[in-house]
């Protein structure tokens, strides 16, 4: 028979086995969510965090991916961030798919200039300066803002195009007769309207970024947002669902246009709008 001393040893030699066992078996993968707020601090901040992670991997010489699904996107520091990744970078693939209302509604939408800078024309970067100084009243000072926003997109991105940056609208038939302007107009609020109100996006397939933060002056100043970011392992699946979706979005030709699409389909709707307007004016003339 063992004695105690015995038992004590085949204890501990158990004990032993445990933990060599434990210290060779793999980790849990790691969850990682991290959720800001711009109540306590400004969320542009963690967006080019993000980015960072594309920039690292060129810097690697591995390609890296920026893929965005934005509802309204209004910050031109953060725009012009996004073409300085792409002017240092041309191993960063941009995709961006918005709203159709930052291409016929939003003023200061900031999505046709990173478009005109994207094409590294002159002729572009006037209109984008154009664009820009739309606000002033005054022509003289209006003249003076754009011819300096001139300069410094001429210094900023040198008339280079820049093909790693692709952009599309998200497309539906939203267009009425506006009274004010007196010809047809983007609705938003018509009845075939089917916004992408998305604000994701998805770095090098890895890192999403999400919540309900616009990127625009509004949504990180007056309200109150969230930014979240997941990159973890273990959340992976939250990752491909999104990427899912914006692969979904992304390549269906129905709802995924070009601006020149949008453009010309727009110019269809207008022109039937147009039509329709002149014989419901002759039915009611002919009634009298």
Known sequence: MRGRSGRTAICRAAACCLAAAAMAAPAP???????YFNRTERLERHLKGAFSHAVARAQEGRPGTIDIMIFSFTTAPLADSILRIARDYPGVRIRLIANLSQLFREPSSVVPD???IAAGTRESYRQVAERRKAFIK??????QG???ELRYLLSEFRLRPLPNIEIRYKWFPAFSWNDEIEEPDYDHFHQKAALLHHKAAIINNEI???????WSVSAETKNFENLMIVSGPEDRRIVDDFIAEFEAIWNNPEIAKTSAE???????LSEKIIAEREKARRRSAAAR
């Open 262 to 268: 949008c453009r010309a389909l727009r110019d269809e």
């Open 114 to 116: 990173m478009e005109g």
């Open 29 to 35: 993968a790691a969850a990682k969510i991290e959720v």
């Open 208 to 214: 999403l970024v999400n919540g309900s933060y616009n």
């Open 138 to 143: 005054d022509p003289e000072q209006r003249q």
């Open 146 to 148: 754009v011819d300096a």
